[in-house]
């Protein structure tokens, strides 16, 4: 089987992958939901889901820091990665010792269904996957047929603070949903400014998740010197969930319905 990846590369495959290391925690959570979990040999620190599942598996460290010999040692058929979370360095490392990686890049919510599609074909599980991704599909019509936008703000970082761009799947998730973001007149992918700066793009809400910097309440006192913000003076600082926020695959669904929701909450 010669397979292509989301970047255009030539993946070579004898056979349906039957031990895989997974590099990327929502597609280790993936493959799980499509009954394809028990090929998994590896995982990196932070696929925590399914906690119970994930709990006796190899772990192999983190996105950016694998441990190499570790997994060269597992024998992997197959090392998922992801152009976002993982160095171009360690998946020319391992193309060298012989391992395939499919890497991939998803940023927006349709393109996650079309590449999640793409490797439940590849892992033979195309029926598994089909309930999933049909529900995916069917939330996309619901939250289209919305036509009211929020100005929105999303932080995943602070000190420095860091929020949300454009060509990223949280910024479309969120669209979809009826965020106009306006980080995107800073321009870049996770733009970093002053909070000063932040606030003067007068979003109307702001949202502040639990990853992978982890907003809590206190964190809702930086903005006491913004009443005049919009979403300041209106109370609409909400914290939410970044596994939602982030991971495409089974947690697309609920995040669709939650942020359509939390938009619309005027």
Not at 121 to 129: G, K, Y
Not at 184 to 189: K, P, Q, T, Y
Not at 203 to 210: G, K, R, S
Not at 234 to 260: E, K, N, S
Request: charge should be negative; glycine fraction near 6%; charged fraction near 25%.
């Amino acid at each position: 089987m010669t397979l292509t990846d989301a970047l255009g590369r030539t993946v070579p495959l004898n056979v349906s992958p039957r031990r895989i290391v997974s590099l990327v925690p929502s597609l280790t959570e993936y493959l799980f939901a499509i009954g394809a979990g028990d090929r998994l040999v590896g995982v990196t620190d932070y696929c925590i889901e399914p906690a119970e599942l994930v709990a006796t598996l190899p772990k192999v460290r983190g996105t950016k820091n694998p441990d190499r010999e570790m997994i060269r040692a597992l024998q992997p058929d197959l090392l998922l990665a992801s152009k976002e979370e993982n160095r171009q360095r360690d998946i020319t490392t391992f193309e060298t010792a012989n391992i395939p990686v499919y890497v991939t890049d998803i940023r927006s919510v349709v393109g996650a269904v079309t590449q999640l599609g793409v490797l439940a074909t590849v892992l033979e599980a195309e029926a598994a996957a089909v309930p999933l991704l049909d529900a995916i599909r069917a939330a996309l019509v619901e939250v289209r047929t919305r036509s009211l936008t929020r100005r929105t703000l999303t932080f995943i970082w602070r000190d420095p603070w860091m929020a949300v761009g454009g060509a990223t799947y949280a910024d479309d998730l969120l669209r979809l949903c009826g965020a106009e973001n306006v980080a995107l007149h800073l321009g870049g992918r996770y733009p970093r400014a002053t909070l000063e700066e932040f606030m003067r793009l007068g979003p109307e809400v702001i949202l502040l998740p639990d990853e992978p910097y982890r907003f809590t309440e206190a964190d809702r006192a930086a903005f006491a010197p913004f009443a005049k913000v919009p979403a300041a003076h209106a109370q609409r600082i909400h914290l939410c969930d970044g596994m939602l926020l982030t991971w495409y695959g089974p947690r697309t669904v609920a995040a669709l319905r939650l942020f359509q929701e939390l938009l619309s909450e005027f």
